[in-house]
């Protein structure tokens, strides 16, 4: 029972051999060197961490070595164990609750925060550990999906940090759903990651108010690519390459499109971004609550007007800065609680309150840019409950967020256009290979009925 075995992935029979390779390859000789040990694996001597892709079955067959293998003191037999994390615990202490010496944990400890924070362990990790009695000869945690981190022994009776990759390709991913409560159920109930969903409805949220727009029976596709290692655990989601929306008969679509200086950004069919001076909603997953205009006030009691919006949320959720802009106002102001007021151009301002407290980093005069997290949900000041009081201000008038209209950040022309318009077809193109291979119905405004699978 190597380091590298694991009861549920073959994964970790890759991480084990390759374990044993450096091992073995390092008891053979007192001499031997890290660049003798990346010139017997085939990695470039210059490969520090030794990050390399690999295929378990590929990497076994090829050095013809089991996990367990021989180190250099073959007389002693090889203890392997699984160590848990719990509360409090810290990598170093961890490792001496299991035996190992305080300078043995120590050395290997160091030597894996070349490729690894040790802060980063989290509760109910698990650590895999080899050792010799008190003496260790390797460790391994299982960061993520395709990626372990080593401490391992070297010839020179030191400690090596390693990063070891698990092969991955990109396989393209296709949802489509019908919107029966909500987007954020619609596409959860099909498949799409969190991750991906949110930022799905942060590019929507230029112009989809979320809480209004949307009606049952409304439609949304989107395609994005996913890092998959060969035994099909999902490493990373990609970033989204095409999502549309129908609302109520109106179909929006959005594409990435990749610039000549590497820079993605998205745009409408028409080659205009879709990026605003102002987001409408600066907040995700909310409930409006309350419209701009005039109503009983919750805690008055009397009519008055409401010169904003209020968005129903958890307290703590993060708030985001609506626009670029300059910090004029952070601090508890008056009914508002804690409040913040950014200045942009073009005479406009954003104003949030009623803070459960202010994201850290900023002070009044610092720049923030759009999307940036300035604080979190609260019930500060006169509130009922947790939620965020947002205004948008117009020359210092507040005006009504869900109506105001901002151009688009960007219009491609000339060559540009031409070759959005070519990455667009492309787009389509895969996209229409995609939904029918998964009897997914293409959306078209004329034609609302999708079959899901």
């Not at 890759?14 to 374990?19: D, P």
């Not at 999902?234 to 990435?256: D, T, W």
Request: hydrophobic share 40%; glycine share 10%.
């Amino acid at each position: 029972m190597g380091i590298g075995l694991h009861p549920n992935a073959m994964w970790y029979t890759c991480a084990g051999a390759f374990i044993g390779a450096l091992v073995a390859f390092s008891s053979q000789s007192n001499h031997s060197t890290e660049s003798d040990i990346a010139s017997a694996l085939g990695l470039s001597s210059e490969t520090r961490s030794l990050e390399k892709k690999l295929n378990s079955t590929e990497l076994s067959e090829s050095l013809r070595l089991a996990p367990l293998s021989v180190t250099t003191t073959p007389a002693l037999p090889l203890v392997s164990s699984e160590l848990l994390v719990g509360r409090g615990d810290t990598l170093l202490g961890l490792l001496q609750k299991s035996g190992v010496t305080g300078p043995e944990a120590h050395k290997a400890v160091s030597a894996l925060t070349e490729v690894y924070d040790p802060r980063d362990i989290r509760v109910g990790q698990r650590v895999y550990v080899s050792k010799k009695n008190a003496a260790l000869d390797a460790m391994r945690i299982s960061v993520s999906p395709g990626l372990d981190v080593i401490a391992l022994r070297t010839a020179e009776d030191a400690f090596e940090g390693l990063s070891l990759k698990a092969e991955t390709q990109v396989v393209p991913q296709a949802y489509a759903g019908t919107i029966s409560s909500s987007l954020y159920q619609a596409a959860i109930d099909q498949g799409v990651p969190a991750p991906v969903l949110a930022d799905m409805i942060r590019l929507f949220s230029y112009d989809v108010d979320f809480q209004r727009d949307i009606r049952s029976n409304d439609h949304f596709e989107i395609m994005f690519g996913q890092d998959v290692t060969n035994e099909g655990l999902v490493v990373a989601n990609g970033n989204i390459e095409y999502a549309a929306m129908i609302l109520r008969g109106e179909i929006i679509k959005i594409y990435a499109f990749e610039h000549s200086d590497g820079e993605t950004h998205y745009y409408n069919e028409e080659g205009k971004g879709i990026r605003k001076a102002l987001m409408r909603t600066p907040i995700n997953g909310a409930r409006l609550s309350s419209s701009f205009g005039r109503r009983k006030h919750p805690v008055l009691g009397y009519t008055k007007m409401h010169r904003g919006v209020d968005f129903a949320a958890p307290r703590g959720t993060p708030i985001y800065a609506a626009g670029d802009g300059v910090i004029e106002k952070r601090q508890r102001w008056s009914s508002f609680g804690n409040y913040i007021r950014i200045r942009h151009g073009d005479g406009f301002s954003t104003a949030y309150a009623h803070m459960n407290n202010f994201a850290k980093g900023y002070t009044v005069g610092s720049r923030v840019r759009q999307g940036a997290v300035i604080g979190y949900v609260g019930t500060t000041g006169r509130s009922t409950g947790p939620h965020l009081h947002y205004e948008v201000l117009r020359n210092g008038a507040q005006v009504n967020p869900m109506q105001v209209r901002f151009p688009a950040s960007k219009i491609l022309s000339g060559d540009e256009l031409k070759n959005f318009q070519r990455a667009r077809a492309s787009a389509d193109q895969k996209w229409l290979r995609l939904s029918s291979n998964r009897d997914i119905a293409s959306l078209e405004a004329t034609d609302v009925i999708l079959t899901l699978k």
